[in-house]
């Protein structure tokens, strides 16, 4: 039996029985059916990077995407085997079903009948196909965290064994297995394979009636689901809190389902949306932010993946191009960019030994996982990391091609006194490493005001094309997409050399 034929089997006995929980869905789906199941997916993004988040949907899922005008969020349809696909998107945060759009939802003048509708509401919304695209969404859960702790107790009973001393049949099945995961969790990856196992979607569905196991007597007695509703709204003419909507819309949908409620240990997570007067009720698909992807050593300001992502997008890399970071702090953007861009050269710098030494433990973690996922060695990633001082960089005049970092706020690193000095000469020595005519730039900062001053003395080898205005952390911060312009960088000499000296030992 090939390896698609057993993956397929593999997946096909996923048991979904223990999470129909007294849900009104049809127990069996015919497969026609479920093959043209399409659904509408909401994501949350980086806020100002939404035109970024919606172009990689229409690249890699063939999809057109709708930006919400409420910012940081993003709407999309698919057929259901896609789904897979979506939970590889390098700049969402986290995924969502939509149950229903009410483009112009009439609120009542009181609290008493908005939250009255509220509870009317539940009743009336289309939960069928979005919980049908839930199960499949949890399938897929419960087999990463299968193959997750299949690898935690490979490398355990390898490091108990010494190494090397367990049977050699009992490696290359274990590793084999470890494989036949990688098939089913990342089928899109591999083309050759999609159309067969794209078709399972409606055995899974259909499976959940039929699956009956004798063995075990939980079961035949079905255990209530819990939920949780959470209320995000955005508005000032609204007459009730969000709080008071979730209460209210959360006891409707527990009386329409019988589930019951538990805001820390829930198996589905109920949205409801509401901006001025639109209201969005969707079900959750992920659990935590899926930028939760690449660090394992974090520092004082790690910069989170999917803004790294969109930060290196900006500048469109095309192969080969050398990419660097100059203030690599834990390594997220470079790190980004090597698992993304794999056919582009990353460098990691910073100057502080402590930041090296986490981005380097990263890049290794990144490796590690890297080798288990396939069951073999790697060739590694395109990749290094090095200490070094930012206003004099090892690297020759016009060698690099990108130049992608998040510069010190002067809030949790550095100071705004300090950023006075050090921006001027961080962006002169920028100018001198980065290809005259082709190259660019995407810098963050919270200091927009030192930062556009430092800018305005270097209009000869610095063009500002583009300003993406993002909210870290609640900060109010800016990407700033520069281009290096044609003319050759000169060596400063004399007064402006001094002033560089000073602003480095500063």
Known sequence: MSDVQEATNQLLHVNLHENQR????????PRSESEHLRVTIGATVPTGFEQVAADEVREKLRSSCKISKDRGKIYFDISVESLAQVHRLRSVDNLFVVVQELKDFQFKETKEKV??????????????????????????????????KLNQNLSKEKIDNGGDKRDERDVKKELSNNA????????????????????????????????????????????????????NRAGEKHCFSSNEAARDFGGAVQDYFKWKADMTNFDVEVLLNIHDNEVIVGIALTEESLHRRNITHFGPTTLRSTLAYGMLRLCAPQPSDVIVDPM?????????????????????????????????????????????????????????AIQWDICNLPLRTG??????????????????????????????????ICKPGTGRAALLTQDKKCFTKALSGMEHVWRKV?????????????????????????????????????????
């Not at 130049?403 to 000095?421: A, C, E, H, L, Y």
Request: hydrophobic share 35%; with cysteine.
């Open 328 to 384: 690599c702090g834990t390594g997220a953007i470079p790190i980004e960019g090597a698992t993304e861009w794999s056919n582009c050269f990353h460098i990691a710098g910073d100057n502080n030994p402590l930041a090296v030494n986490r981005a380097a433990n990263n890049i290794s973690s990144l490796l590690t996982k890297s080798q288990i996922k396939e069951g073999k060695l790697s060739w590694g990633l395109p990749i290094d």
């Open 22 to 29: 007294y849900i009104h869905v049809t127990e069996s789906v």
């Open 399 to 432: 060698s690099v091609d990108i130049i992608v970092t998040d510069m010190p706020f002067g809030k949790r690193m550095g100071s705004k006194k300090r950023n006075w000095n050090l921006y001027p000469a961080c962006l002169w020595e920028m100018s001198r």
């Open 115 to 148: 939250l009255k509708d509220f509870e009317e509401l539940a009743g009336k919304l289309p939960w069928s196909d979005p919980l049908k695209v839930w199960k499949i969404n949890t399938s897929f859960k419960k087999k990463k965290t299968k193959r997750k």
């Open 180 to 231: 036949l995961d990688s098939h089913i969790l990342d089928y899109y990856e591999k083309p050759a394979i999609k159309e067969e196992i794209s078709t399972l979607v409606g055995d899974i569905l259909a499976s959940c009636k039929n699956e009956n196991d004798e063995s075990s007597k939980e079961d035949t007695e079905p255990e209530v689901l819990k939920f949780r509703v959470t209320c």
């Open 466 to 506: 583009h300003t993406v205005w993002v909210n870290i952390g609640g900060l109010h911060a800016a990407v700033y997409l520069l281009n290096r312009t044609p003319q050759a960088f000169v060596h400063p000499s004399g007064q402006d050399k001094e002033e560089l000296l000073r602003a480095k030992n500063d």
